[in-house]
C-alpha cells in the first residue's frame, strides 16, 4: 500500500505527538528517525516537514534541518484533537 502525502504527513505527526508525550524532555525526533519510520525519501520528508513548519505547528532546528518537533501552537492543536474524539482525555 502507497501512502499518499496527508497520510504522511498524519504519521508524522503522530509520530511527533507520541514523542512529544513520551518524552516532554526531550521531544525532538531525528531526520534519519523520522525517514526510516515513515519509510520516505528526505525529498518527501523535507516537504512534510516545510508544510506544518509553515502553519506554525513544528520547530525544525539546524539548515538544512537536522531534528523536528512539534511547537506549542501544534502540540494545543493536537490535544484539542485528542480530546474531542475522547473527552475523558
Same mark, same amino acid.
Given at each position: 500500500?502507497?501512502l499518499?502525502?496527508?497520510?504522511?504527513?498524519?504519521?508524522?505527526?503522530?509520530i511527533? &505527538? %507520541?514523542?512529544?508525550?513520551? +518524552?516532554? =524532555?526531550?521531544?525532538?525526533? $531525528?531526520? =534519519? %528517525?523520522? $525517514?526510516?519510520?515513515?519509510?520516505?525519501?528526505? =525529498? /518527501?520528508l523535507n =516537504? +512534510?516537514?516545510?508544510?506544518?513548519?509553515g502553519?506554525?505547528?513544528?520547530? %525544525?532546528?539546524?539548515?538544512?534541518?537536522e531534528? /523536528?518537533r512539534? +511547537?506549542?501552537k501544534g /502540540?494545543?492543536a493536537?490535544d484539542a484533537?485528542a480530546r +474531542? &474524539?475522547?473527552?475523558?482525555?
Open positions: 500500500m502507497t499518499d502525502g496527508d497520510d504522511i504527513r498524519r504519521n508524522m505527526l503522530q511527533l &505527538y %507520541a514523542q512529544m508525550k513520551q +518524552s516532554p =524532555e526531550d521531544p525532538w525526533v $531525528s531526520r =534519519e %528517525a523520522l $525517514s526510516r519510520l515513515l519509510g520516505v525519501t528526505d =525529498e /518527501v =516537504e +512534510s516537514v516545510s508544510h506544518f513548519e502553519q506554525g505547528f513544528l520547530d %525544525a532546528e539546524g539548515d538544512p534541518w531534528k /523536528v512539534l +511547537s506549542l /502540540v494545543t493536537l484533537r +474531542s &474524539y475522547c473527552p475523558n482525555l
